[in-house]
């Protein structure tokens, strides 16, 4: 695909057009809305976060979590893979906070938080999201936090972000 804002979590990004919003979201609207790729590849993952489950990848021969979704295991390249759901709980390995609009809508968003995030009971994957709250706060490396699902139901084909909170 040619989008120029592919999605941070593990699905290909489809554009979509801004729409009115109700919901409360981090973001604005206006960024390209993540879906799964045509193969079906992190289908299981974005239907289980319209449950408010958060699941990851893994190995069904050698048990090794991997993100983001894959056909084939890189550990021992097997074919067989499940999603597994996994508590929500992470800690921030990483972390910037953006002053430049890197898309149009974010203009008016300015600054705000992007982390990255280790799941201590799923290997270490690390996952991408956006640290909730004050877009000015301390963020501290290794600090705790948790998932936070952000519903968006007011597109064509409603779909929920995986955000992140301190706890
Ligand atoms: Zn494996």
Redesign the pocket.
């Known amino acids: 695909m040619s989008d120029p804002y592919p999605s941070s979590q593990g699905g290909a990004a489809v554009a979509s057009p801004p729409a009115a919003s109700t919901g409360d979201y981090y973001l604005p609207v206006g960024l390209p809305q993540p879906a799964p790729y045509p193969e079906g590849l992190a289908k299981e993952y974005w239907e289980a976060t319209r449950r408010h489950e958060l699941v990851v990848q893994r190995?069904d021969?050698?048990n090794?979590f991997q993100w983001g979704p894959e056909f084939l295991?890189y550990?021992?390249?097997?074919w067989d893979l499940s999603y597994v759901q996994v508590s929500g709980r992470a800690r921030i390995f990483s972390w910037e906070r953006p002053w430049y609009p890197v898309h149009p809508a974010l203009k008016e968003k300015l600054p705000y938080i992007v982390v990255l995030v280790e799941l201590p009971d799923a290997g270490n994957v690390r996952m991408v999201g956006n640290l909730l709250g004050d877009p000015l706060q301390e963020v501290v490396i290794g600090a705790e936090v948790e998932a936070v699902f952000e519903d968006h139901n007011d597109v064509k084909t409603p779909f929920t972000l995986v955000q992140w909170r301190v706890v």
């Open positions: 190995c021969k050698c090794v295991c550990a021992c390249h097997s």
